[in-house]
């Protein structure tokens, strides 16, 4: 079993930034994917970021240029620097570990962005 422990959600102002991380813990052998959910209010969740295990990286249209995907496999953690925050960045923030196969979810962490 694989937990996924998010936390550097918050409450930031329109301009700021906030950065997010995701540890991953229990029997892990190899870590592949790795990515960023976001779901705001009414809306479906959708991918804001992913990294392979060779580091290829993939953004969503919307954040390019704002957010840095990385990751450490030392300690299997995933991080979301996120800059130059709008308030449609708001949302419950979700990381996403492929480990030995098996897709494993964080519990979410809110971002709230204030104009």
């Known amino acids: 079993q694989v937990q996924l422990v998010e936390s550097g959600g918050g409450l930031v102002q329109a301009g700021g930034s906030l950065k997010l991380s995701c540890a991953a813990s229990?029997?892990?052998?190899?870590?592949?994917?790795m990515a960023w959910y976001r779901q705001a209010p009414g809306k479906q969740r959708e991918l804001v970021a992913d990294i392979t295990s060779g580091g290829r990286i993939n953004y969503a249209d919307s954040v390019k240029g704002r957010f840095t995907i990385s990751r450490d496999n030392a300690k299997n953690t995933v991080y979301l620097q996120m800059n130059t925050l709008k308030p449609e960045d708001t949302g419950v923030y979700y990381c996403s570990v492929i480990v030995q196969g098996i897709n494993y979810w964080g519990q979410g962490t809110q971002v709230t962005v204030s104009s």
């Open positions: 229990g029997r892990i052998l190899s870590m592949n994917r």
